[in-house]
């Protein structure tokens, strides 16, 4: 199976209609099974206290938001190099997601940070770059609705996404390049994670069920991207036709 | 191929200094931005001083941000822009040089300005010389990063706009660096140099970026 | 169950990510609706889609 026998949106609307039902399931276990582990199993921290379980939304959230601009990222090479047709549906349905995720990790992160820091924003370089992250989805998301033809917007967001590429590894790295109030990389580093397993638990769970969160709502909304297509383009050329259809001359308006 | 480059240079030099250019208005604006911030922020003069560089940035970049849809614009409204695509040349040089013209016609009026600005906020001599000499170079990287914004909006009509949106997000890395060396030869703890060589660095990366992407975002406007 | 003295802050984060993501899935449902509208409104009045389906 390689991506290109999913080139055909409608091979590809059978796909999701088969595996959609079953990501949901699996997203909802998660969900239960994380936040029980969040709330009942997962002990408080000895500094932190209870406040520590904003972390179990707070991380994923933000391991979300840069999961889903990577996604955009290969898409728009997708786009640019293969010229996959359903690359750029893809980059554009994910463009909302991910601002909602990166919204969430800021808000999570903003209430998390005025109990145990004292202030709810911070100049650092972490949540900085984040913000920069949450401007650049906006801005796709603009480029998207102001340009009319769906495939030459697709082009333009794919440069501009790549451009913007940049950032992440900037967001990944800032807590180690600068001094930030925001603490340094305790998960994904190279000698391991240095949380308790108790703690770490509930995290991965919780990152897996937004993951499925996060790949449902995708592909439905990639399927509602196809069927807007499908419209302007049945629309289009319902236009262009000189006789006027069963219904007489008037469309419906837009 | 230095023929064809220094006509291309000169050509949009001398358009954009006529009439209808519209290069030297950045400056009048950037003079607009530097004199309406002491009005909100209050005549302190050591307020002043001590955010003078940044104001200077800040308006330096808006400047740019505003006269960046003449870049591709007028070019694309009279058919000359397709003659550039179709004349074999390499797109991204021909976008490099047009940020070169740009750059000269409406950046380096903003780096000459900065000083004389400069006494509007109290900055002293060394101040004042540290932030042109930031905006000196780091003005070009504006212009080019600026770019890639100008060639995804050069198909639309009310672009300018969604340029700047675009465009914004891009630029803080130039702005903090810009600011952050000013700062650093005013105040001790780091040397001038450091952040000064990254805002260099910057300018250079966008000298290779900018036209790249620029260039290809011009060739999928015009399929 | 007590969540210790800051708990406005932990139910307000779990709070404001429930709705955001409850906005998510109603906004997919909302649009899918919408073109589901369109492309049934478009069939009625005859007009068909361009290729015949069963082509791969």
């Known amino acids: 199976m390689s991506l290109w026998d999913y ?56 391991w979300l938001c840069m999961m889903c601009y990577s996604i955009m990222a290969m898409s728009s ?24 995720f990166t919204f969430m990790a800021l808000v999570t992160g903003s209430l998390w940070g005025k109990p145990m820091w004292g202030t709810y924003w911070v100049w650092d370089a972490r949540l900085t ?45 800032s807590v180690d390049w600068w001094n930030t109030l ?64 069963p219904a007489g001359a008037a469309q419906p308006a837009e | 191929m230095t023929g064809w480059a220094m006509a291309l240079f000169q050509r949009d030099l001398r358009l954009s200094v006529r009439v209808g250019g519209s290069a030297l208005v950045g400056v009048l604006f950037f003079l607009a931005v530097v004199t309406v911030i002491p009005f909100g922020v209050g005549p302190d003069l050591n307020l002043l001083a001590r955010i003078g560089p940044a104001i200077l940035w800040i308006g330096a970049l808006l400047a740019t941000l505003l006269g960046l849809d003449r870049l591709f614009q007028a070019d694309s409204d009279d058919g000359t822009l397709d003659l550039m695509l179709m004349a074999g040349r390499p797109l991204e040089l021909v976008v490099l040089i047009k ?45 080019l990063i600026g770019a890639i914004g100008a060639s995804l909006t ?19 890395p130039v702005l903090i660096f810009g600011v952050s060396s000013a700062d650093a030869a005013i105040h001790d703890p780091v040397p001038f140099l450091t952040p000064f060589l990254i805002l260099c660095a910057l300018s250079l990366i966008a000298a290779v970026i900018g036209p790249i992407a620029s260039a290809t975002a011009l060739r999928f406007a015009s399929d | 169950m007590d969540l210790g003295p800051h708990s406005g802050f932990i139910l307000a984060s779990y709070g404001l990510c429930a709705l955001t993501v409850l906005s998510l899935i109603v906004w997919v449902r909302i649009d899918k609706a919408a073109q589901e509208k369109a492309l049934n409104e478009l069939a009625e009045q005859g007009i068909a889609r361009a290729r015949p389906e069963n082509r791969s």
Request: charged share 10%; proline share 7%.
């Open chain 1, 7 to 62: 080139a055909n949106p409608t091979r590809f609307l059978r796909l999701v209609q088969i595996v959609l039902p079953w990501l949901i399931g699996l997203c909802v276990l998660f969900f239960a099974a994380g936040l029980y582990m969040a709330f009942f199993t997962a002990p408080e921290d000895y500094q932190q206290g209870d406040t520590v379980r904003i972390m179990y939304i707070h991380v994923p959230a933000a």
């Open chain 1, 77 to 100: 090479i997708g786009t640019l190099v293969w010229k996959h047709p359903l690359a750029d549906v893809s980059a554009k349905s994910a463009a909302p997601i991910g601002a909602a």
């Open chain 1, 129 to 173: 770059s984040v913000l920069v992250l949450l401007i650049m989805y906006l801005g796709l998301m603009t480029l998207w609705r102001t340009m009319d033809d769906p495939i030459k917007a697709g082009k333009a967001a794919a440069v501009l996404t790549l451009v913007g590429a940049l950032n992440l590894p900037v967001i990944k790295f």
């Open chain 1, 182 to 245: 925001h603490q340094p990389a305790s998960v994904v580093r190279m000698d391991g994670p240095t949380i308790h397993p108790d703690i770490l638990w509930p995290l991965l769970v919780m990152a897996i069920a937004f993951s499925f969160l996060f790949f449902v709502i995708h592909l439905m909304a990639m399927r509602n991207e196809i069927m807007r297509r499908r419209v302007r383009a049945l629309r289009m050329r319902a236009a262009s036709t000189s006789t006027p259809g």
């Open chain 2, 99 to 143: 940020c070169a013209a740009h750059w000269t016609a409406t950046g380096l009026p903003l780096v000459v300005a900065a000083p004389l600005l400069g006494i509007f906020l109290n900055l002293d001599p060394v101040s004042m010389a540290a932030v042109t000499a930031t905006l000196l170079v780091g003005t070009p990287a504006l212009t």
């Open chain 2, 154 to 172: 050069v198909s639309m009509r009310r672009g300018g706009l969604l340029l700047a949106v675009l465009v914004v997000p891009l630029a803080i």
